[in-house]
């Protein structure tokens, strides 16, 4: 099983419509996690991080963590075309000096 | 925010060469980086830990003798990848806490 897991997608959304992205974890030893967008042949994009258990809104973007389920998600509100990428879901142990361990990442495609 | 500079974005070299890639922390110390490897349609592996000060830490599977890494300050950490071949082409990326440098697309011909 690998520690961090989420649906390869693509995941397909209109233009304007809500697209959730979902990640679970199998340590629950990981204490904070990290969503981010990659465009291709480009370094990921930071998003939002989240830690505490609930929701957290940034914008059109709200990062929900559970932390009882190991669930995580990301929701893009009024979606765009250019939110067209594939988006990577990472958690860590601690902080400072640990690497994030990444999920293997969801393709969105937003179509006008 | 933080930024992360990563350079050169792009290199080919030649098979049996060395390559060095540098990457800086703008406005932060980072006692730690990450150097991460991503083949096409893959998502990142970890190759390494860069530790300011001493010896980086190697994920399994990762040759410390091909991949050098150097973190002689508490802003800059430098692969270098020595004798590379065409199989090493990929795109290398760094991090420092959360925020990845630009990448560099590698190709060995």
């Known amino acids: 099983q690998k520690e961090v897991e989420q649906n390869s997608g693509p995941l397909s959304v209109p233009e304007g419509a809500i697209a959730s992205l979902n990640c679970t974890y199998s340590d629950r030893g990981s204490q904070s996690f990290f969503w981010y967008r990659q465009y291709s042949g480009k370094s990921p994009e930071l998003i939002m991080f989240i830690y505490s258990n609930g929701d957290k809104e940034d914008g059109r973007f709200t990062a929900q963590l559970n932390k009882a389920s190991q669930y995580v998600s990301l929701l893009i509100r009024d979606s765009q075309p250019s939110d067209s990428a594939t988006y990577l879901c990472?958690?860590?142990?601690?902080?400072?000096?640990?690497?994030?361990?990444f999920g293997s990442g969801t393709r969105l495609q937003v179509q006008p | 925010g933080a930024v992360v500079s990563q350079h050169p974005s792009w290199v080919i070299c030649k098979s049996g060469t060395s390559v060095k890639i540098e990457c800086r922390s703008l406005?932060?110390?980072?006692?730690?980086m990450f150097w991460y490897r991503q083949f096409p349609k893959q998502s990142l592996m970890l190759m390494a830990t860069?530790?300011?000060?001493?010896?980086?830490?190697?994920e399994q599977g990762v040759e410390k003798d091909k991949f050098l890494i150097n973190h002689a300050s508490l802003t800059l950490s430098t692969l270098t990848v020595t004798s590379a071949h065409p199989e090493d082409s990929s795109f290398y990326i760094c991090s420092a806490q959360a925020f990845f440098g630009q990448g560099t697309r590698l190709t060995v011909v």
């Open positions: 406005d932060f110390q980072a006692t730690t």
């Open positions: 860069s530790n300011e000060g001493s010896k980086a830490t190697y």
């Open positions: 990472a958690g860590v142990k601690g902080a400072g000096r640990r690497a994030l361990t």
